[in-house]
């Protein structure tokens, strides 16, 4: 078969002439190639951005050595082994493709990223790696990002290792880290960014807040790569290290330090779609409500859902209801959440919700004596239904109780009980009726006092 026909050997000629091509910009080569690059450089600021859009797939799968296009410049990488595929990157424009690494053993050899050699200098100062990643959650002390050279030198951020999310800097032997009070979440996108400000700082970045930062003289020539490399995706460089699983989008390398307004500002528009999503709250049937309701404070997206309430005597921005009292009109109030992802939050429309009044009492004339019967002390409880329908009335002393269903409207049920004892002390009786009172079910309760008796 020619390479013409053999499209895994075409992939690897395209690869190949990238790496060339890479290579020769960055040492000065091919000038009249690359001054489209630069000028595309500093249009954007970026040195390598990976959107992953146009990868292509084979089977489902995306196949090895598939070309990474860098549309920032000429870093094109490409997809070592098999077993990646893309699935839908976090902003929900048509079109957006995240690459999804299966991540595995240290030995497994699992598929990961090439970054070609080049793109970082040996005398770098600053630089700022982001990406938006959907981490699966295992497993722990992987990277989805790294640039470098070595188990010596790099920079490279982690959704987890011990207890943290965070990005660290090394060249020689002391690695310093800007760790996250937390690891990154999973199963959710999020935007993790890492900044070394050369000879100052590393400071790590979670959907665009500042999580961490710590001092340091190490510069962005930690990021330098090798003759062969500039760095990985989905892999670290320590060899015991597993490969990390999860789908990353939009990896974006720039040779600044971005402060923090401006790493705010790499993920906002996808903060904002999501924060919308995550806006639009369902409560369900909100045309009569009787009870508390439950409020989200969270969407699918992870976003932090907040409420505000028209009458929050009514309905309390935690669910919590108060219905107005019986014969008053029912209260209609508008409930507005607001979901906040990183630095933007998005107001979603407002929930009219109707709090029915409390129904009107089911009306008891209720009586409890107490009596002897020879030397027993009984204690009597009659309840006559003055309601316009019938009733089912529950009688319950501590002597037991009696149920009496469907009491017409004037009669009553009644009930002696039989205390077992020459003696009564005073007490309470519980009397409940039920009905459907204006077509809704209706349950009042009464307590009745009775004076104690001595029987002779």
Known sequence: MSAASDPRRARRGRVALTLATAAA???????????????ATAADGAILRYTFDDLVTEGGQVPEEAVVTDSAGGHDGFVFSSGATVVPGPSGRAGDLALSLPGGASTSAAPHVIIPPGLVAADATDITLSAWLNWS????????????????????????????AYGAVKNGTTEIRA???????????????????????ITTYVNGVRVGSTATTLTAAAA??????????????????????GAIDDFLVLGTALPDADVA???????????????AVSLGDTSAVTADLTLPSSGANASAISWASSAP????????????????????????????FGT???????ITVTVKALPQPVP?????????????????????????????????????????????????????????????????????????????????????????????
Do not use: M
């Not at 500002?265 to 903060?271: D, I, M, N, T």
């Not at 933007?344 to 407002?350: E, K, N």
């Not at 004892?421 to 519980?430: D, F, L, N």
């Open 179 to 201: 760790a996250a009070a937390a690891p990154a979440p999973t199963g959710t996108w999020v935007h993790v960014a890492v900044v070394v400000d050369g000879g100052t700082s």
């Open 364 to 456: 008891l004339a209720v009586t409890a004596t107490t009596r002897c019967v020879g030397a027993t002390a009984y204690v009597a409880v009659q309840a006559t239904n003055a309601a316009g329908a019938p009733a089912t009335i529950t009688l319950t002393t501590p002597y037991g109780g009696r149920t009496v269903a469907d009491v017409a409207p004037g009669r009553q049920a009644y009930q002696s009980f039989n205390t077992r004892a020459g003696q009564v002390v005073a007490g309470t009786v519980t009397v409940t009726a039920t009905a459907t009172i204006g077509g809704t079910p209706v349950t009042s309760t009464y307590q009745v006092a009775y004076e104690g008796r001595t029987c002779p």
């Open 137 to 164: 959650g295992a497993p722990t002390c992987t990277w989805p990002y790294g640039l470098g050279a070595d188990v010596n030198r790099y920079v490279f951020a982690t959704t987890r290792c011990g207890a943290n």
């Open 265 to 279: 500002a790499l993920g906002a528009p996808v903060y904002e779609h999501l924060a919308g999503v995550d806006a």
């Open 344 to 350: 933007r939050s998005v107001a979603g429309a407002p």
């Open 25 to 39: 910009l960055t040492t000065g080569g091919a000038a009249g190639a690359g001054a489209p690059v630069a000028a």
């Open 224 to 245: 330098a790569g090798t003759a062969t490399y500039s760095g990985y995706l989905g892999k670290s460089f320590y060899p015991a290290d597993a490969y990390w699983s």
């Open 313 to 340: 005597g009514v309905v309390a921005t935690t669910g919590k209801v108060v219905r107005p009292a019986a014969g008053a009109p029912d209260a209609v109030v508008q409930l507005t959440p607001t979901a906040t």
